[in-house]
């Protein structure tokens, strides 16, 4: 820890408390006493890629399950007491974890946790609930294709893991959730919820001797693994050839483009190079190269940016924009374009530079509420990063040269196999689309949006 | 002029005035090295005149152009490289903000920037047809290709006959390409002074280092005359207004609108009571009744803090198979039963409990506060009137909740639309 932090930690009377129990659960939490309010997070650590073929979905279902009802409390008595205490509780899943989000007024905190301990440990599972949560499901997952741009994430995704774990969509397949049986639904939850695979995070006004307590008494609630063994997720293979989709949506004035590959880990040796190489490309700055060549000087675009999604094994790096239907071809050709003019030639020296410093300058507001603490501490856990990997930013960033990051970005760029999704109205742009990219129509592959 | 007034636990606000007739409101903090810089003016989509619909929101864009010190772009290359974070900016229906949050070092950087775009702006036609473009396209993602978006414009546009909150805030296609960078130079012109303003700044700052900082940017400027503009009063809905929309989607869709008054009226905290009871949480009203029984996959409820009396919208997504009707009828029951016999001791206390813990949330980071306070000082002149509603909140009772459901809620005064699939 650096003195400028310690010095300010102390002076605010912020404790920032990390404790590992013997072979048990973990535990951190930071007393923060500026609001009357605490935000507590359950995590297990696994998530979507744990879920079994012809099950997808079910990670999530399960966690969505635990909010609708204990062996004494049913679901309409725990909404209540949930919201009684003006508190919230909600599921979020990822590809490598399953989160418990809680956030409570202060003064509710001993009622609240309470609750989540019932939630957790004692769920009842019922049947006209597990039916009720399936319809509520199946139309979540036609609301999301409904939605241009979460739909192509969706494909995109797909499109690109085929049939690795990462490809595997959260909420599910409509007939996956239809089929889960009460069987298939206990044995992923005892699956899930052992000691060894849950985490508590936390932070706000409330001490760390008394969340300690709480998550003790909860890990002791949890059996051991009967394996012991953590979640293990291959290493996605990258694609060999350029593969083009258009997820076919009617009417479409505008579409959503993505491309990308397969991306690396936070802890590869051409991370950072790769980080700042893209913060460059398109790391979501108004300066940065997409956004001056596809919105500034085209105007093609009201957003173009790329970054990473990170997980266990290389996960995904990936590039976005959403031109109008004519001017698709010609921009996506030239994203391309530019793609592989990142990878010859990489960073001009004042690109990096600019990059650098603009990185090293920000670095501060990726922990500088309490919040973010909570939720680099998360990523650090559920991904096995180093301790306080978050805040090393800054002190990496700084060893990184322009010939760090033009290697890596070589090394690293697949522009000629590339996968590529486009959002559309097949009807006009797949012709447009093969001509510009020197393919044959038939080589793109349609997919009906309604398709899941 | 200052004044210093409790926000909230150990934070104040410390209000400044200064002659050109810029605010400006500072919240020490300093919990982390970093401070968030506001700036809001009061302006937004309802001070646009018919035929310029959009012209608002575009002009924010214009305002990451170049200046007569700074060349286009510079502007966030000079902020980005200094390491900023959220640099933004929203238009709504009354107001417009730019947003920032910088290392606490960058305070005289910051100021500089901002006070010079507030003055100095070059507005030329090539920019200005680009940036068009960028909206045009910001448009389809948001309302062409979008059902919510779809269903948000036409639920504004049949509500309001006559209140320019019947357009949307980004404007009309046909009337972005009529605009050109005259209308625009005009508007800067119009509205972009010191005297529409308020500068917020929370985080680890001094008050006065940033009062004399605020001083010496700011003070040159000249307030300018506020435009004459007469906005229209909305004449009140006595019938109900329905419209079907069909949508490429595979479940329906419902909004049922209500009018309600402005911010400042007596009215709007109850009103906040009656929507948390309605569709605040799973155990309100509304989630019982259709989600827990299969119709909807969600409900909610949100009524528009507005300048002027918007809007209370209830918005469904269907379950598949099931239909907007069966939901409405559902919804009218239910604001038909709380307009006779009321909500229970219980839902009172469950209500106040959410929205407690929604304004603290809402107070819970630099930037969060920031917009807290520029929102109400914007809106209603004085900010404290933010907290004060909250309060008033938490004094609500039962005969209070009834009568409002009685006055505003009531089922020939509604607007309802519903999305289909095509």
């Given at each position: ?23 048990a659960?973990?535990t ?6 500026t ?6 997070n ?57 989160i ?23 769920p009842?599972?019922?049947e ?29 995704n ?48 409330a ?10 008494r ?31 949506k ?82 996506l ?10 990878k010859?030639?990489?960073?001009t ?19 500088d509420t ?7 501490k ?6 096995e ?53 020197s ?7 349609v ?6 | ?10 934070l104040?606000?410390?209000k ?6 810029l605010k ?12 968030a810089?506001?700036?809001w ?107 919510d ?23 009309y296609?046909e ?38 900082t ?16 007469k ?16 949508l ?13 008054p ?17 569709a ?16 909807a ?6 009524g ?7 809007l ?6 269907l379950?598949?198979?099931?239909r ?47 917009k ?22 938490q004094?609500?009772n ?7 459901t ?17």
């Amino acid at each position: 820890m650096n003195k400028r932090l310690l010095h300010l930690l102390i002076s605010l009377s912020i404790i920032l408390t990390f404790f590992k129990q013997a072979e048990a659960m973990e535990t951190s939490f930071e007393t923060d006493n500026t609001l009357p309010i605490v935000y507590i997070n359950l995590a297990v650590k696994a998530g979507t890629v744990s879920d079994p073929q012809n099950q997808l979905g079910i990670t999530n279902f399960v966690g969505e399950m635990l909010l609708r009802g204990t062996k004494n409390k049913t679901k309409a008595q725990l909404d209540l007491e949930l919201d009684q205490m003006g508190a919230r509780l909600e599921v979020e899943t990822r590809a490598e974890a399953l989160i418990l989000r809680g956030a409570v007024l202060s003064k509710k905190l001993d009622s609240f946790l309470n609750l989540v301990n019932e939630i957790v440990t004692e769920p009842s599972f019922l049947e006209t609930e597990i039916v009720k949560l399936k319809a509520e499901i199946v139309s979540g997952i036609l609301e999301e294709l409904s939605h241009d741009q979460s739909l192509g994430a969706r494909k995109f995704n797909e499109f690109l893991f085929q049939d690795h774990p990462y490809g595997k969509p959260i909420l599910g397949k409509v007939k996956d959730i239809q089929n889960l049986r009460l069987e298939d639904i206990l044995r992923h939850y005892q699956w899930l919820f052992t000691e060894e695979k849950l985490l508590v995070v936390g932070t706000g006004d409330a001490s760390e001797d008394l969340i300690e307590d709480w998550a003790e008494r909860l890990a002791d609630l949890r059996p051991s693994s009967q394996t012991g063994t953590p979640i293990k997720v291959s290493v996605p293979a990258a694609s060999k050839t350029r593969r083009v989709q258009i997820v076919d949506k009617p009417d479409r004035t505008q579409t959503q483009v993505f491309g990308g590959q397969v991306g690396v880990r936070m802890t590869d040796k051409s991370f950072f190079p790769l980080y700042l190489g893209n913060y460059a490309f398109g790391g979501g700055t108004f300066t940065s190269r997409m956004m001056l060549e596809i919105r500034v000087k085209r105007g093609w675009s009201y957003g173009a940016n790329s970054g990473f999604r990170f997980g266990l094994q290389p996960r995904l790096w990936r590039f976005h924009f959403f031109p109008t239907s004519e001017n698709t071809p010609e921009s996506l050709k030239f994203s391309l374009a530019m793609v592989e003019q990142l990878k010859t030639t990489g960073l001009t020296k004042k690109e990096f530079d600019f990059s650098k410093q603009s990185l090293i300058n920000g670095a501060g507001f990726m922990y500088d509420t309490p919040q973010k603490r909570v939720e680099n501490k998360l990523l650090e856990k559920t991904l096995e990063l180093p301790d306080n990997f978050m805040k090393s930013y800054a002190k990496n960033l700084k060893k990184v040269e322009i010939e760090d990051v033009n290697s890596s970005l070589k090394e690293f760029l697949n522009p000629d196999t590339l996968t590529l999704t486009v959002v559309g109205t097949a009807k006009t742009i797949k012709k447009p689309l093969a001509e510009t990219l020197s393919m044959n129509p038939d080589e793109i592959t349609v997919t009906p949006y309604t398709d899941d | 002029m200052s004044a210093s007034i409790p926000l909230v636990g150990e934070l104040k606000v410390h209000k400044f005035e200064f002659q050109n007739g810029l605010k400006l409101l500072i919240v020490p903090d300093r919990t982390s090295p970093t401070f968030a810089y506001q700036t809001w003016f009061r302006v937004g989509s309802r001070n646009e005149v018919p035929g310029y619909t959009g012209l608002a929101h575009l002009f924010e864009h214009m305002m990451f152009k170049g200046t007569k010190n700074f060349q286009d772009g510079e502007f966030d290359r000079i902020l980005e490289q200094a390491g900023v974070e959220g640099e933004n900016a929203f238009t709504s229906r009354d107001y417009t903000a730019y947003v920032q949050e910088l290392p606490r070092d960058k305070l005289d950087l910051i100021a500089k920037l901002e006070s010079d775009r507030m003055v100095n702006l070059l507005v030329n036609e090539p920019v200005f047809k680009t940036e068009t473009e960028v909206v045009q396209n910001e448009r389809k993602l948001r309302t062409e290709n979008s059902p919510d978006g779809m269903i948000y414009q036409e639920i504004f546009a049949s509500a309001f006959t006559k209140h320019p909150y019947r357009w949307p805030v980004i404007g009309y296609k046909e009337d972005l390409d009529r605009m050109n960078s005259k209308d625009a130079e005009l508007f800067y012109r119009s509205y972009y002074n010191p005297n529409h303003a308020t500068i917020v700044v929370t985080g680890d700052v001094d008050v006065d280092d940033v009062a004399e900082t605020v001083n010496k940017y700011y003070s040159q400027i000249p307030a300018q005359a506020s435009p004459a503009h007469k906005i229209a009063e909305e004449p009140e809905q006595n019938k109900i207004r329905s419209k079907k929309l069909k949508l490429n989607i595979q479940v329906e869709k419902l909004v049922i609108g209500y009018h309600i008054p402005n911010l400042l009226h007596v009215d709007l905290p109850i009103l906040d009571i009656l929507q948390t009871i309605l569709a605040g949480g799973k155990s309100s009203r509304l989630h019982k009744a259709l989600v827990e029984t299969g119709i909807a996959s969600s409900v909610g409820a949100y009524g528009f803090e507005s300048k002027d009396p918007s809007l209370l919208l209830i918005m469904v997504n269907l379950q598949k198979g099931k239909r907007a009707a069966a939901a409405e009828k559902i919804i009218l029951k239910e604001l038909e039963t709380l307009s006779t016999t009321g909500p229970s001791a219980q839902e009172l206390e469950t209500a106040k409990n959410r929205i407690s813990f929604d304004f603290y949330e809402n107070l819970n980071s630099n930037s969060d506060r920031a917009k807290f306070l520029g929102h109400y000082e914007t809106l209603t002149g004085d900010f404290q009137n933010g907290i004060k509603t909250f309060k008033l909140t938490q004094d609500v009772n039962a005969e209070q909740v009834t009568s409002v459901t009685k006055r505003y809620l009531q089922p020939t005064k509604r607007t309802r639309l519903v999305g289909v699939p095509k």
